[in-house]
Nanobody, 125 residues
């Protein structure tokens, strides 16, 4: 079983940047697709970005395309989400997730079977 721990959240002004990290422990995650999701207050959890096991394929939600970059470091068993040009509407709890059964990147929440505890990102206007 893989355990995922997010870090890097915080409070930032609009236009600023943050980098979220998701570190996996328990098993190597090199063959897993990974993803980032977020949940704002009063809203359902939504897809943000996903990366295939090889790192060759990435997909983004339209709302973050061009501002966020997903990447992964196999040596450190860590996935990242670089967030630039942050907006108040990016405020949410951000979750990382792993699809232990497939190496293919996917936007479908139901495919992910391992989730982190979440990290809060707050963007002030």
């Amino acid at each position: 079983q893989v355990q995922l721990i997010e870090s890097g959240g915080g409070l930032v002004q609009a236009g600023g940047s943050l980098r979220l990290s998701c570190t996996a422990s328990g098993r190597t995650f090199s063959h897993y697709a990974m993803g980032w999701f977020r949940q704002a207050p009063g809203k359902e959890r939504e897809f943000v970005a996903t990366i295939s096991w090889s790192g060759e394929n990435t997909y983004y939600a339209d709302s973050v395309k061009g501002r966020f970059t997903i990447s992964r470091d196999y040596a450190g068993n860590t996935m990242y989400l670089q967030m630039n040009s942050l907006k108040p509407e990016d405020t949410a709890v951000y979750y990382c997730a792993a699809d232990a059964l497939s190496p293919l990147a996917t936007m479908k929440q139901g495919r992910y079977d391992c989730w982190g505890q979440g990290t809060q990102v707050t963007v002030s206007s």
